[in-house]
DNA sequence: TGACAAGACTAAGGGCATTAGTTAGTGTAA
DNA sequence: TTACACTAACTAATGCCCTTAGTCTTGTCA
């Protein structure tokens, strides 16, 4: 039991991200942390510079995580198979870590914070790919690229705060909404 | 200078909404608003149960406002032209205040807060009366508004975090993320 | 006028983040 | 092998916030 328990950020991004899925972003508190790892609160700040740049860790392994998935979605699939299996990564990730997906609420903007800001981008660079390889002109893919993020991020949201009133058949209701943003994309070449 | 400033509970209201407007939800804390009313924190607990109470309070007037506002929006257009509006409307209200639009986003789940889900139930209703009055069955209606809830939802939400990369044609995305929301909507009778 | 209730107050506590200063292990270089 | 420096833990202390308990003043109503 020496002095030194020998803790990497690997081990409080792993902590906080166990309390975050389990009980919310907003518990993942640097003394739950702490006390989940075994050592006293201000020991963290040797490794962290706060709360806020724990938080930012997690935002950081989270953008990676749902990156990494994304590719895994999309590798092997022609462009629209790959664009759906992509939104169906998307909802099930927020459904399986809703702490990692809360940790990626509080977007940096363009100036603020570079490495985190990129890595952010990971994901939508990835469907970003898909659609132009279906000959899509950059301007027309900004435009299809926002609606289809944000009918994704507003679905699962609204999804996690069951904000949707009647429970029937939200599957249904997904699948339809992902069709209207992706059924009438004009396919060039 | 008497013992009694008078406070009510819509001085309340009033003063944590200017906050959160200005300055964020998360600002709108007791000792913020007991400050801006020239009073002492605890003294706000003889009109409001704590900061829970007090976010409860905000976010049952946002609720209101928000249901006004797409009253007045959709008041005497066809349903199309009607919902449309309302689509402007709830951009415009979450561009304007996003302290209220904030405050209504950890919404109740349906057992939870029946006064305050009631409320946060009103603006969905305003749009399923206008799809109402498209002849869509009502299994239709709820795929339908799921899907535009969630992109407005998202939209804004994004939007309210720069979370869009470039600063270009922003309403032109949001109109055409509408109108493939509502376009394909088959009319009935 | 006198009692009562509303609504302000002070005092005190607990939780959390944070900073400063201390100490104990660990590894490396003389 | 020993000394030294660095790392990473610690304790102590501060400040902010919410919250509870108890007090006192003020306006109202019988």
Same mark, same amino acid.
């Given at each position: 039991?020496?002095?030194?328990? *020998? ?16 009980? *919310? /972003?907003?518990?993942?508190? /640097?003394?739950?942390?702490?006390? +989940?790892? *075994?050592?006293?609160?201000? @020991? ?17 392994? @989270?953008s990676? /995580?749902l990156t990494?998935?994304f ?6 699939? +022609?462009?629209? +198979?790959?664009i759906?299996?992509a939104t169906?990564a998307y909802r099930?990730f927020a ?6 997906y809360?940790?990626m609420l509080?977007a940096?903007?363009? *100036? +603020? ?7 952010m981008a990971g994901p939508v660079r990835v469907l970003f790919?898909e659609f ?9 893919a900004v435009h299809v690229i926002r609606g289809m993020r944000a009918m994704l991020h507003g679905f699962v949201d609204l ?10 058949? /939200?599957?249904?209701?997904f699948?339809?909404a992902v @069709?209207l943003m992706i059924?009438?994309i004009?396919?060039?070449?």
């Amino acid at each position: 039991m020496g002095r030194k328990a *020998g803790i990497s950020i690997d081990d409080i991004v792993t902590a906080a991200a166990s309390i975050a899925d389990r009980d *919310g /972003l907003a518990a993942a508190t /640097l003394s739950a942390v702490a006390a +989940e790892l *075994g050592i006293k609160t201000p @020991s963290l700040y040797n490794h962290v510079p706060g709360l806020a740049g724990m938080r930012r860790e997690l935002a950081l392994h @989270s953008s990676q /995580l749902l990156t990494k998935l994304f590719r895994d979605a999309t590798h092997g699939h +022609e462009p629209r +198979e790959a664009i759906r299996a992509a939104t169906v990564a998307y909802r099930l990730f927020a459904t399986e870590h809703p702490g990692l997906y809360e940790s990626m609420l509080p977007a940096p903007k363009p *100036g +603020e914070d570079d490495e985190l800001y990129e890595a952010m981008a990971g994901p939508v660079r990835v469907l970003f790919d898909e659609f132009a390889k279906l000959g899509l002109t950059e301007e027309e893919a900004v435009h299809v690229i926002r609606g289809m993020r944000a009918m994704l991020h507003g679905f699962v949201d609204l999804e996690r705060k069951a904000g949707f009133g009647m429970p029937v058949e /939200l599957d249904a209701s997904f699948d339809r909404a992902v @069709s209207l943003m992706i059924d009438r994309i004009p396919e060039r070449t």
